[in-house]
Each structure stands twice: as structure tokens, then as C-alpha cells.
């Protein structure tokens, strides 16, 4: 069974008396354990098509469908709770709660969850140990780097369980070593934990990983291409 | 939940210097609201313990005609079974009967329409104490024909003590009758009102000027505490139904009101205080929920709820106001300990004050239910000032919060 599956999937904006659709007809198939990015310029609907397979936003055609589960026809609040125990998220910036250490960031998703206390700290000192922060977990997002922030994003966006994880331009602020400490780690965890990404990016550091990389233009699929690395 | 205060209340602390002037803020502005209560009630309450103490007593006894017809004639008939009986009972502190005649007091130098009160000065310390009250002087002595008169009767008569004044009345046939008498002391009152009505002097001497046998026109009567005085006054009625029997609030109405206007009052005060901190508490929380509009998005884009984002809005407006509130209402409450000791000295205006039966120095006092009350207000005011800003942190939309980068 396919992880993300959409089907003539339609998101139109009304702006002013011109109607803009950004997401125009896509047929889209991603299953369990890929390493998906979508790319395309600005404009394109690549951010779109991300916010709709996120929750984020909701289809005005066609549907979405998460592990078998068609999140279209959910409600405002049905759909916090789905994405909380469904799907991870990494954006580009302010990922964290600056007032929680990076722990308790992680530990946070988790406690939505209603987890016990004890599973909480051993999952997310397991998840930051697994990015390589097992030595900074009473840190505050300030007192990491950008690329460290990221990785506790990434054990927050695991911390949950989910289907997959979403990436939205993960690695947009970072240098070129944390970006490829940061692709190394989910990449790992993808070969590792068949955990399923989907990134949305035009960083050709990000694109030069990915083992599928779709192509959107005005809204639809330009190109869909297998790589083997 | 408790992740989601300790968030809340870290929160708080991001911005350090706008919270403590919004923390200080609430503080003054519960500190003064208490204090300013403190004083308008201590004040009011201490006007209310003079206006009884010189004037009023807990509890008069009067015949039933004299409230119609304050007449020499309307006099309590057997006094001494009365007295006897409150003499005996064990909530009362001091008894003292009273002949009250109109008249005219008059010197060489002028003349004034008082109150005469003929009294039995060794019974009347456990209630006017007025020996107490004198500036100059003794108070009466054993020689015959003395009256004590107020200091602002003595300025008006320009009498000094020593002086001859004299006082005319009527008895019950219509007859003016004159006495001479030397002012033996001279008191200082609740008000200068109360100096130029009241003068005072012994039963017995007034007995011998009036050619009629007469008892008394007034029992008063001391309880052991303001809380008592119902209590006795109905035990009163009904052992003595031909009698009219009256309480303080009673006798003079305005007292009373003033006592429960002010406790409404207090309560006005306080709420417009409060009402004027809320608007700083919404604002301040405002700022704080729009310059947070991307990490609230997020928290919502990764699966926090909406309930979850309004109470920790709810929380942080909660602890903010809670962390000025108590200190607040804490430090009105150890001013007024200390100032309800020490008294506020207004000497300098207490010449105005004095006219309106209010004593000098003020002691500031408020009922502890009062500080609970504040409490709660303060509580019922955070609460709804973090209305606002928490449903404008539900209306922001996860992704234009996160994605305006």
C-alpha cells in the first residue's frame, strides 16, 4: 500500500478576479521507504503540493489519501490530530520551541501524544543519540547551530511514529558540511528504518540524494525519475 | 499539562523587560487600589467608632413618643428597671441615662442654641469618654453648677475655663428657666458641629434648677462589639416592648449607608483599576502572540491543538497577571498592617476634616474578605484578558505562519 497517494488532486486560489491553480490535476503515488523530492522553481505549486499531502491544506478537487486514510474530508481539528500521529515535519526554520532544550523539544511531540514520561525520555535520548546529539540534549535551540537545530527537527519529526516525514527546504539556511551531516543522518535513517521522506527543495545538494525526483510545473507533474545511486 | 505551564511560564521570560513592566504595573496598580480602599474604609469606619462613641452608643432608650417630639415631658418612665437589668448582662460594657433638654447657652460675649445632656459623669466613662476627650480642664470635680462645653463653643462664647456662662431651658409648663454655670472643661469632638451643640452637665444640678421631679430622656448603652448590638437590642424589645428601643444605624441612618455604600464602592474601584491593567495585559499578550505567529504555526503544523495553543495562551496571560496580583495585594496589605498601626497623621488638612466628624489621623483598615476578593478579581481579570489574545493565536493559519520566511 502506497504511503501518499493523491488523485487529481486540485488546490485554485481566488485572487481578485483571476483564478490560480496552483495544484492542477496531480496523480501522485509515493510508497513505504522512499527518498522522494519534489523540485520545481518558485511558483511552480511544489510548496502547495507539499502543504496538501501535509494536512497543511486542503484540496478544492480530488483527495488525499495517508496510509490508506483519505485526509480530504477531515475536519480542522480531526486533521491536527492526524498529522500528529501520521506525519513528521521539518521545515526550513523555527522548527523548535526556543524555550524548551532540545529534549523536551522532542519529548513534546510525544507528550501531544499523551506517551508515558519515562518512554518519552528514553525515545527522544535515543532519537537525538541516533542525529548524533546524544551530547547535547539539555541544549536550548539557541545555544545550538543551525544544522543542530535541524537534527533535533529531524528526532522531533521521528519522535512520533510516522507514516513519513516532510522536509520542507530542510537544509535552506544551512552550510554546506551540516547540510551533508544532515542528508547523511536521514538518509541512514531512510536505508536504515525504511523511513519514508519527502522533501521539497530547489538545493541541489538535497536533489542530488534523492532517489526519485518529481518535477512540478504549473501545478503539474513534469517529470518523475527513479535514481540509482 | 504541566509541560504546557512550564512552557507557558518560560514563555514569560523571553521577553524579561516587557513582562516586568507589565508584572510592576499590576503590582502598583493592586497596591494602590488596596491601599486607597484601606484609607476611604478606614477612614468611614473611624468616623462611624467617633460618631458612636461621643454621640450615638450602640443602643438608645428612649420613651416612644420622643423620636416624634423630643419634649422634656416624653421621659423613660422607671429608668432604674432598665439599667438594673443592663448593669447585670453580660453583653453589655457601660449604661448611662441621660436628661437631654434644648436651651440657649450664653456668655458675655455670645450665645448659641445647644443640646444640654445632663449626665452622671462617673458613668459615663465606658461610653462617651469624654473625660478623655477634654484639652483643658477636669472633668466636672465635686463642686456644683460645672459644665464641660466643646472647644468650638468656647471660642464661639470666648469662654476660658473658669468662665460664667449661662443656660436657659423651658420645663414641661413653659416656664424659662436660667442657671449659671462655670465651665470646669472644654472637649474636643468627633466634629465642630458636635462642640457647638453639645454641652454637658450634672443630672443633679439640673434636677435642682427645674421645680418638677424628672427621670431620665435617654439610656444609653455600650455592647461588648459592633457584632453584638442586634442581638441585644432584640433582647431588648422584647423584654421592654414599651420602650423605644434603637440601634446605631438606626438612629442615625447616613452611618449606616455610608458602611455599605463604601463596601460597594471599594469593589467599583478596584474593578476600574483592574479594567485599566487588563488593557496592558492584552496588549502585552498581543504582541507576544503576534511576534510568535510562526512557532504557534508550527506548534499547530505538527499536531498541537487548538485547545492545547489556547490554554498555553490562557496560561501565560494567567501567570503574568498571577505574579503581580498577590505581591501586589501582599504589599497593600503589610502597607495597611502598618499604617492601620501607626495611623496617617493629616494634620494639615484636618481642619477640613474635623467639620466632617473625621478624626486627624487616620487608620486604614479592610476586612480580609477583601484581599480574597481582590484575589479573585484578579484572577476573573487575567483570565479574560487572555481571551482575546488566545482566540487571535487560534486564528492564525499553520501555513502562512510558518511560510512567510
Known amino acids: 500500500m502506497p504511503v501518499i497517494e493523491t488523485h487529481n488532486l486540485e488546490r485554485v486560489y481566488q485572487d481578485g478576479s483571476q483564478v490560480i491553480k496552483a495544484v492542477d490535476g496531480i496523480d501522485l503515488q509515493i510508497d513505504e521507504g522512499e527518498f522522494t523530492a519534489i523540485v520545481g522553481p518558485s511558483g511552480s505549486g511544489k510548496t502547495t503540493l507539499l502543504n496538501l499531502i501535509g494536512g497543511l491544506d486542503k484540496p478544492t478537487g480530488g483527495q488525499v489519501s495517508i496510509a490508506g486514510e483519505n485526509i480530504s474530508d477531515l475536519s480542522d481539528n480531526q486533521m491536527i490530530n492526524f498529522r500528529l500521529e501520521h506525519i513528521g515535519f521539518v521545515f526550513q526554520a523555527y522548527n523548535l520551541i526556543p524555550v524548551l532544550t532540545a529534549v523536551e523539544n522532542v519529548e513534546f511531540i510525544m507528550l501531544l501524544q499523551k506517551k508515558s514520561k519515562v518512554e518519552r525520555r528514553r525515545r527522544a535520548t535515543q532519537l537525538l543519540e541516533a542525529v548524533g546529539l546524544g551530547d547535547r540534549l539539555d541544549k536550548k535551540p539557541g545555544e545550538l547551530s543551525g544544522g543542530q537545530q535541524q537534527r533535533v527537527a529531524v528526532a522531533r519529526a521521528l519522535a512520533s511514529k510516522p507514516d513519513f516525514v516532510l522536509a520542507d527546504e530542510p537544509t535552506a539556511n544551512l552550510d554546506s558540511a551540516s547540510t551533508a551531516n544532515l542528508l547523511d543522518i536521514m538518509a541512514r535513517l531512510n536505508r536504515e528504518e525504511n523511513m519514508t521522506f519527502v522533501f521539497a527543495t530547489h538545493d541541489q545538494r538535497v536533489i542530488d540524494r534523492a532517489k526519485r525526483i518529481i518535477t512540478v510545473e504549473d501545478g503539474k507533474i513534469k517529470s518523475d525519475v527513479k535514481v540509482d545511486h | ?405
Open chain 2, 1 to 405: 499539562m504541566s509541560t504546557l505551564i512550564k512552557i507557558a511560564w518560560r514563555n514569560i521570560w523571553r521577553n524579561r523587560l516587557r513582562s516586568l513592566v507589565v508584572i510592576f504595573s499590576i503590582i502598583l496598580g493592586i497596591w494602590s487600589g488596596v491601599f486607597i480602599n484601606g484609607f476611604s474604609y478606614g477612614l468611614n469606619r473611624q468616623r462611624t467608632f467617633e460618631t458612636i462613641k461621643s454621640n450615638l452608643s450602640h443602643i438608645q432608650i428612649h420613651d416612644t413618643a420622643w423620636s416624634q417630639d423630643p419634649n422634656i415631658e416624653n421621659q423613660v418612665l422607671s429608668p432604674e428597671k432598665i439599667t438594673s437589668f443592663l448593669q447585670n448582662h453580660p453583653q453589655v460594657n457601660a449604661v448611662a441615662n441621660r436628661i437631654l433638654l434644648n436651651g440657649i447657652i450664653s456668655s458675655a460675649n455670645g450665645s448659641g442654641g445647644v443640646q444640654i445632656t445632663g449626665i452622671e459623669p462617673e458613668k459615663e466613662h465606658g461610653l462617651t469618654g469624654l473625660a478623655d476627650d477634654l484639652t483643658q480642664g477636669e472633668f466636672f470635680g465635686e463642686k456644683k453648677n460645672r459644665i464641660v462645653i466643646g472647644e468650638a463653643m468656647a471660642e464661639k462664647l470666648k469662654a476660658r475655663i473658669g468662665s460664667k456662662v449661662v443656660i436657659t431651658f423651658t420645663d414641661s409648663k413653659g416656664v424659662i428657666i436660667s442657671g449659671a454655670f462655670k465651665v470646669v472643661g472644654i472637649y474636643k469632638g468627633v466634629s465642630s458641629q458636635l462642640e457647638q451643640l453639645k454641652v454637658y452637665v450634672r443630672q443633679r444640678d439640673l434636677r435642682k434648677l427645674l421645680n418638677e421631679e424628672i427621670t431620665v430622656h435617654e439610656i444609653a448603652l455600650m455592647t461588648t462589639g459592633m457584632e453584638m448590638v442586634e442581638s441585644v437590642q432584640q433582647e431588648l424589645q422584647q423584654k421592654f416592648p414599651h420602650y423605644d428601643i434603637q440601634s446605631w444605624d438606626e438612629i442615625s441612618p447616613e452611618l449606616g449607608y455610608a458602611d455599605e455604600l463604601m463596601e460597594t464602592m471599594l469593589y467599583i474601584i478596584i474593578g476600574i483599576i483592574m479594567l485599566a491593567l487588563s488593557f496592558g495585559i492584552v496588549n502585552t499578550m498581543l504582541m507576544a502572540v503576534l511576534e510568535r505567529k510562526k512557532e504557534l504555526g508550527m506548534l499547530m503544523a505538527v499536531g498541537m491543538s487548538k485547545k492545547r495553543v489556547f490554554s498555553m495562551i490562557l496560561w501565560e496571560t494567567l501567570m503574568l497577571s498571577l505574579c503581580g496580583g498577590p505581591l501586589g495585594i501582599l504589599l497593600g496589605y503589610f502597607t495597611i498592617l502598618y499604617t492601620g498601626s501607626s495611623g496617617i497623621n493629616l494634620t494639615m488638612f484636618a481642619d477640613g476634616l474635623q467639620s466632617f466628624g473625621m478624626s486627624p489621623i487616620v487608620y486604614p483598615y479592610i476586612e480580609i474578605s477583601f484581599y480574597f476578593g481582590t484575589g479573585l478579581l484578579v484572577v476573573v481579570m487575567a483570565l479574560l484578558s487572555s481571551l482575546y489574545p488566545a482566540r487571535r493565536a487560534l486564528k492564525l493559519n499553520p501555513v502562512e505562519a510558518i511560510r512567510t520566511i
